[in-house]
């Protein structure tokens, strides 16, 4: 929000609180008065702009206010390695596969590297190929003209063409249809496609990114996934090493999670207690950057007190100590059906992953279209099913 020195900058900010409006506020004025820049900043503004405004100043300072969002934050010389490699091929036009565990960070260093390469000035477009069904992504990537199938009431821009002269990203590539997969060979050999309907092929000028949380050579030996297709989009490969391969990096991130969620939910700041610290640091991660954020905006909300002790994380058992009882468990199986055995256990990693598809896909150890395929029949069924960003934490 830019609001100018004429109104009660620090009255904005307080108000944006209590209504718990997490944006950030850039006070701006001609500068006579800089006693008032002054106290607009004490006052909760994150940046002053003097005007008349100066177009590459703007650029920068907006950037400094609203890019915390997808700020990078490496602290383990693991992760380090991963970003300085990043940085190294950011500002060439070949194309790059992130590889990575869900959870891990893959869209963030996307951003990264469109933030330092020589498209940086134009638009970062995120397609999450997992999350659109196979049937509507081919109009997604490509757009469509109007009446080119049913409901198709207006031409519609596809997020190639809404990339054009930016970045486009395929988040996991992997779970693309492969019959879909050749027409996106065919836009990224040729730089031009053809939207649905359409009587002329469009030129594209498009850098394409991509991440998977899956072994894509395994998956081309399967017939799953197109092997041209795979080299093409694999011109440099960048691995993202899980969070537990980076633990140096656990304290920083959760600070800045705690410090996010503070904001959000209208809290005071509480730093991570050496014990919380020690307990986060000594837990296996299965899901990552992602499960790290979840279980510290719960703490957020649990903690009491001055800083957020252990009491307020709640984690599952770290994998390592996970033991099957006989007795409690093989035995309690005994006389029911595979099918109600399947279904509990989706129906409870669905409910320690807070209802996150993608999450609990991975940790099963099946596509998310196999694990969307069974939760539509279960609450054909009836069941409860946890909804999305949801559920019950473990």
Same mark, same amino acid.
């Not at 498009?206 to 989009?233: C, H, K, M, S, W």
């Not at 730093?271 to 790290?292: F, I, Q």
């Given at each position: ?238 691995? =993202?090493?899980? @969070? %537990?391969?980076?633990?140096? &990096?656990?304290? +920083?991130? !959760? ?6 969620? #503070? ?104 596509? =998310?279209?196999? @694990? %969307?395929?069974?939760?539509? &029949?279960?609450? +054909?069924? !009836? ?6 960003? #949801?559920?019950?934490?473990?």
């Amino acid at each position: 929000m830019l609001c100018d020195l004429a109104h009660d900058v620090g009255a904005v900010v307080r108000a944006l609180a209590k209504e718990r409006i997490a944006v950030p506020v850039v006070a701006c004025g001609t500068g006579d008065d800089a006693e008032a820049a002054a106290r607009a900043i004490r006052e909760g503004a994150r940046e002053f702009l003097p005007l008349p405004p100066d177009p590459d100043l703007i650029a920068a300072i907006l950037e400094a206010a609203a890019g915390e969002s997808h700020a990078m934050i490496v602290r383990d010389p693991a992760m380090q390695e991963a970003v300085r490699r990043a940085e190294q091929v950011a500002a060439s036009e070949a194309s790059v596969l992130i590889v990575g565990d869900t959870g891990t960070g893959k869209e963030v260093l996307a951003r990264h590297i469109h933030r330092r390469s020589r498209r940086s000035g134009g638009p970062f477009i995120a397609l999450n190929c997992s999350a659109i069904p196979d049937n509507l992504l081919e109009s997604e990537l490509f757009g469509h003209e109007k009446g080119a199938f049913s409901g198709a009431i207006a031409r519609r821009i596809g997020k190639f063409e809404a990339a054009d002269g930016g970045t486009l990203l395929l988040d996991e590539i992997s779970e693309m249809d492969i019959r879909l997969q050749a027409k996106l060979l065919r836009a990224v050999q040729e730089r031009e496609i053809d939207r649905l309907g359409g009587s002329a092929p469009v030129r594209i000028n498009v850098r394409i990114l991509a991440t998977t949380n899956r072994d894509l050579p395994a998956e081309v030996q399967r017939g799953t996934f197109r092997e041209d297709l795979y080299f093409r989009l694999n011109v440099v490969s960048l691995r =993202i090493p899980s @969070l %537990r391969e980076r633990p140096g &990096d656990i304290a +920083a991130l !959760g600070d800045h999670f705690a410090r996010r969620y #503070a904001d959000v939910n209208g809290l005071p700041f509480r730093p991570l207690s050496r014990e919380a610290l020690l307990r986060l640091t000594s837990h296996h991660w299965r899901g990552n950057v992602r499960e790290l954020e979840n279980a510290i905006h719960r703490a957020v909300l649990l903690a009491d007190g001055a800083e957020i002790g252990i009491a307020a994380i709640e984690l599952g058992p770290p994998a390592a100590t996970v033991q099957v009882s006989t007795v409690g468990g093989i035995t309690s199986l005994v006389g029911r059906k595979m099918q109600e055995v399947e279904r509990d256990l989706i129906i409870e990693t669905l409910g320690h992953t807070l209802g996150n598809r993608t999450h609990a896909a991975t940790i099963l150890g099946i596509s =998310i279209r196999a @694990l %969307r395929n069974k939760l539509r &029949d279960y609450t +054909a069924q !009836g069941v409860m099913v946890p909804p999305p960003a #949801a559920g019950v934490a473990a």
